[in-house]
């Protein structure tokens, strides 16, 4: 079973510029989340989605966006890009029945912002 | 915030158990103690989760206090590729709750 892919893998970006990032959850998973992760803050949680709705959100400016799709793939935008917002960007899937239930992580997508 | 107290880092033996030890004494009766960590510049890795009972799985065991306001991870043969930190989260399984991550313990398994 493949697991939770993210791509790019690497990404260089200038301030002021937006970024989308993808997510491709484990087969038959239908939650997908997304966690931020710095040095100074640590692993934050974005969002989760679930049958392409926002279930639950972090508090995170607007300029933080996603979406998923039917297919349960999810894309994390983020526009107006500044200097802070270079990080680690996970995203995670799980079962997202109503019963809570282990995440699994991708490899992360490496933001940085110049 | 992050509803639990780890300590920051642990050093432990290859071959022998580490114990990794996590303080959460305002959970709630409906909240579980899930246990993650995280591999340099890897996503975290689900490890083990319980609500009362002890648990145990391929990869570690999970003692929880009586009065559930603390737990300790077991790795009951620690090697060298368990060095990671190791992150303890206290969450209700309701579906959507997200993971709140502390800053964990460092724990560096040697030679």
């Known amino acids: 079973k493949a697991g939770v892919t993210q791509t790019p893998r690497y990404l260089i970006k200038t301030r002021g510029q937006q970024v989308t990032l993808s997510c491709s959850p484990i087969?038959?998973?239908?939650?997908v989340s997304w966690y931020q992760q710095t040095p100074g803050q640590g692993l934050q949680f974005l969002f989760e989605?679930?049958?392409?709705?926002?279930?639950n959100k972090g508090n995170f400016p607007g300029r933080f966006s996603g979406r998923q799709f039917s297919n349960s793939r999810s894309e994390m935008n983020v526009s107006t890009l500044e200097l802070g917002d270079s990080a680690l960007y996970l995203c995670?899937?799980?079962?997202?029945?109503?019963?809570?239930?282990?995440?699994?992580f991708g490899q992360g997508t490496r933001l940085t912002v110049v | 915030d992050a509803k639990t107290t780890q300590p920051p880092s642990m050093d432990c033996a290859e071959g022998r158990a580490a114990n990794l030890p996590c303080n959460h004494s305002t959970i709630s009766g409906n909240e579980y103690v899930y246990w993650y960590r995280q591999i340099h510049s890897q996503g975290p890795q689900y490890i083990i989760h319980g609500l009362k009972n002890n648990e145990t799985n391929e990869m570690a065991s999970l003692i929880i206090t009586e009065d559930r306001k603390s737990s300790t991870l077991i790795l009951p043969h620690a090697t060298l590729r368990d060095t990671a930190v190791y992150y303890c989260i206290v969450r209700t399984n309701q579906a959507g709750t997200a993971l709140i991550f502390g800053k964990g313990t460092t724990l560096s398994v040697s030679s």
């Open positions: 995670a899937s799980s079962e997202g029945s109503l019963r809570g239930t282990e995440a699994f």
């Open positions: 087969s038959g998973h239908r939650s």
């Open positions: 989605y679930f049958s392409e709705t926002q279930r």
